[in-house]
């Protein structure tokens, strides 16, 4: 029995542990949430990020939750009511045994080639993405865009500023974190056509489980399409990396 939990403010391994700690000692509970989470880096958890619980929060009787006693039974029962369809998401993403999709070729020969652009290091993140997203929800989305270059930027970012054409792009070469194959946009394709109004919500759950930051959780400009990957790095602190030559033999920057 496990459970995919959203990371709250404040929170890492210790006062997750202390959340659910039950019959036994802090450090079994903070052993088996390491143990569940082997990719989770705990130093550099954040909020928003998605963790497996290996229990569950609802039914155990062993562990104890101070939220849960607070709240009547039924306002918990129609909270969970209302989340049938996000649940449902979780659940698949549960069975999963490395909370992501399958590492190989995608159902689209263009997301396949846009993959292998990607950074090396995300490159089984978004093939799980898009091989998941099919698998679980049955939609078959696209890599719109991913490594696109500095120079390639730089063009997008006059455009509708100094060059014809609507703004694109907030950011200019050397910003994005499209510029050194850390992320991807995509799109659903339905009958063959794009289209933008889709399931958003649940590509980010299913995102978040591959590894994947969502452009959704951006304050600013909320950028749906957009997964990212960055290993704690800014895309300033890339462009630095960048500027001082740190790419490897095949013009990937070192991470
Ligand atoms: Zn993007």
């Given at each position: 029995m496990s459970t995919t939990y959203q990371i709250q403010q404040g929170?890492?391994?210790?006062?997750?542990?202390?959340?659910?700690?039950?019959?036994?000692?802090?450090?079994?509970?903070?052993?088996?949430?390491?143990?569940?989470?082997?990719?989770?880096?705990w130093n550099k958890i954040e909020k928003g990020d998605i963790v497996e619980l290996p229990w569950?929060?609802?039914?155990?009787p062993t562990f104890t939750?101070?939220?849960?006693s607070k709240k009547s039974t039924n306002k918990v029962?129609?909270?969970?009511?209302?989340?049938?369809n996000k649940k449902k998401v979780v659940k698949k993403i549960k069975n999963c045994k490395n909370k992501c999709g399958e590492c190989k070729s995608t159902w689209d020969s263009s997301?396949?080639?846009?993959?292998?652009?990607?950074?090396?290091?995300?490159?089984?993140?978004a093939?799980?993405?898009?091989?998941?997203?099919?698998?679980?929800?049955?939609?078959?989305?696209?890599?719109?865009t991913g490594y696109r270059t500095i120079a390639e930027q730089?063009?997008?970012y006059a455009q509708g500023r100094t060059t014809p054409g609507k703004k694109v792009t907030t950011v200019i070469g050397g910003r994005s974190i499209h510029n050194y194959g850390l992320a991807i946009d995509i799109v659903e394709i339905k009958n063959g056509k794009a289209n933008w109004n889709t399931k958003w919500k649940e590509f980010a759950l299913i995102g978040k489980a591959c590894g994947f930051k969502w452009g959704g959780d951006w304050k600013k400009f909320k950028d749906k399409p957009h997964f990212q990957k960055t290993f704690g790095y800014s895309s300033l602190k890339l462009l630095r990396k960048a500027k001082r030559n740190e790419f490897d033999k095949d013009g990937y920057i070192i991470l």
């Open positions: 929170e890492w391994l210790k006062p997750l542990a202390e959340k659910y700690k039950g019959n036994f000692s802090l450090d079994v509970y903070k052993q088996k949430l390491k143990k569940a989470n082997p990719n989770v880096d569950s929060t609802s039914t155990k939750k101070k939220t849960t029962k129609k909270k969970a009511k209302n989340k049938s997301t396949n080639k846009k993959i292998k652009l990607l950074h090396p290091k995300i490159r089984c993140n093939y799980g993405l898009i091989n998941k997203i099919e698998k679980d929800l049955k939609i078959k989305v696209r890599i719109t730089n063009r997008l």
